[in-house]
């Protein structure tokens, strides 16, 4: 590991789980204020949804874009560029004054969340090998529920007090601290170590990435179980509140009671792959899926609870799969780490903000949309795995 002047290993420990709770903290925290910020624009559902989608779309592509230039020009300057992005976007969404300005900030901030998490994702592999290099990846993990679960949460206690924007003045305080780490941390990237080609070839390292047949089969399969939960954030707050009736604050705690059930998810994954070989946890996965997918479509209707204790099974294995992915595809990967990162982060998102759009299509029923999501998503998963054979 490169030694931190000014970050202990706790430190940086904590300063990648800051950066891994960026996505979460940047959508979550303003999801109880999605009717009112749609009443309050006069804008249709599926446009107040797309301030979701853009971002997702726009952190994904920025992933590809930025994982190849931290391979060239190392981790450092990418991590306070798109900072001072991220920072600058959130500035920009506090104080849009139609919706149209509000999209074009979510734009920018996906771009410098996208360089953010790439760079965390690969200082884990450029610091930690071996049983602590997992050890490290569960414990990010287990603390990046953190951010899911606090988001919604602080955002419905800004609504006491303040409109939508609070969430986004938010987001510039989190952006400008996240700045301010970034220049106390040492480059982990040394310059012998960096791609020496130029800029066009760095980016074209991703083509060689998308080449690795097993790898991008393994990366789908695992994408394909990420799709139903970026659908549940696009509608949840529709469901809770115009649905079921529950108020903004109400619907806080559910959001925050089931992102809460996901702490188990990384410590699950360390106790099942103990007694688990790789296929075993996989089908394990499936048949979870499988159930609280149908779960969804059917009782889920009835009520919030029956709605919430339906998905949070769904909740609970996506959390397992978290760690499990990252571990089989970092330790797949062997060289222009920043590239792989990119791919690995950049494809769940795609299939993310995919899942956001579908989500609030007009189904007329939410639920039913969701229940039917999760069950084909988990169908293409599996035919992935078939075609993979062994982990």
Known sequence: ???????????????????????????????????????????????????????????????VIFGPLSDKYGRKPILIFGSVIFTIASIACATASNIYILLVGRFFEGVGSGAIITVATTIIKDSFRGKLMTNILVITQALGVIGPMAAPLIGGFLLRFTDWRG???????????????????????????????????????????????????????FALLSLPFMAYLSVSSFVYIDNFGLTAQEYSYFFAANAAAGVMGPVLYLKLKNWMSNERLMQFLFLIAVASGTLVTLPGHISAWAFLLSFLPFTVIGTVARPFAMEILLNKAKENIGTASSMINFVPNIFGSIGMALGTLPWGDFVTGLGVIILVATFLSIIMFRKVGEL
Do not use: C, W
């Not at 300063?15 to 925290?29: K, R, W």
């Not at 009112?36 to 997702?56: C, D, H, P, S």
């Open 1 to 63: 590991m490169v030694r931190q002047k000014h970050l202990t290993i706790p430190a940086m420990v904590g300063f990648i789980t800051f950066m891994n709770i960026y996505p979460p903290l940047a959508t979550d925290m303003y999801l109880p204020a999605l009717p009112e910020l749609g009443k309050y624009f006069g804008a249709a559902e599926f446009l107040v949804g797309l301030t979701l989608t853009i971002f997702f779309l726009m952190f994904a592509v920025s992933m």
């Open 167 to 221: 969430a986004f003045y938010v987001l510039t305080l989190i952006g400008t601290i996240n700045l301010i780490l970034a220049f106390l941390y040492t480059e982990t990237l040394p310059p012998e170590k960096r791609y020496k080609g130029n800029v066009f070839d760095s980016i074209l390292l991703l083509k060689q990435v998308a080449q690795q047949k097993v790898f991008m089969t393994i990366l789908i399969m």
